[in-house]
């Protein structure tokens, strides 16, 4: 039995959820109310979470607001300690380690208190700029495969205009074999693509964590 198209029933359309990331305290993790929303909205925003633009401090941790500070890099320390912390490739308790031996090179008190300040709103600036740059990549890459879904379905239907010309009786085995090989080439390799989308889809996720992890272990050196 010959290959006959297959119809597309996944649309990378995702139907979005909202992810919503309520105030976190110092002690507790943000939580999650996940609900419907419309997947037109962000039609290129393929994930389950709200496409959310820019976290806040307010949305991370009980400290002092940093959402103005712009001058944490003028402290060279502060500066290269962040770029070590927001890795993610650092362990989390690795980092945590990094932090108190920090916040024991200053004195307890308001000095220090500015300093880990400064510091957390570095790791807000960083993680905020990287995670920044991954949403827009998964952007792009759902514009690519919303492009390729739209290929898929112009094959399809030269499949499909093939078989009827065969059944009508015309020598359209080269075609068909060629049009379906095509076919099924372009469907894996969307197939392939498209599977890949939850994973990308967790890291800004994973941002969003380690960003409340240190924050959270930077409070606990604070007053």
Known sequence: MRNVPVTLTTSVRVIALALAIAPASAQQPATID???NDADANSNWPCIQRRVEKLTSAQIWDGPSVDDIRNWWEDKEVSKLVRY?????????EAEAAIAKFAESTPEGPERDKRMTLL?????HESNSVRSSIVSGIERFQERQLARAEKLKEESSKLAKLHKRRT???DV??????AQELYDWDARVFKEREDNIPLACEIPVEIEQRAFALGRAIRLHMS
């Open 34 to 36: 996940v609900a419907a």
């Open 85 to 93: 912390l927001i890795s993610r490739r650092i362990p989390i308790e």
């Open 120 to 124: 957390f709103a570095g790791i807000l």
């Open 168 to 170: 009508a009786g015309e």
């Open 173 to 178: 085995e080269d075609e068909i074999k060629k």
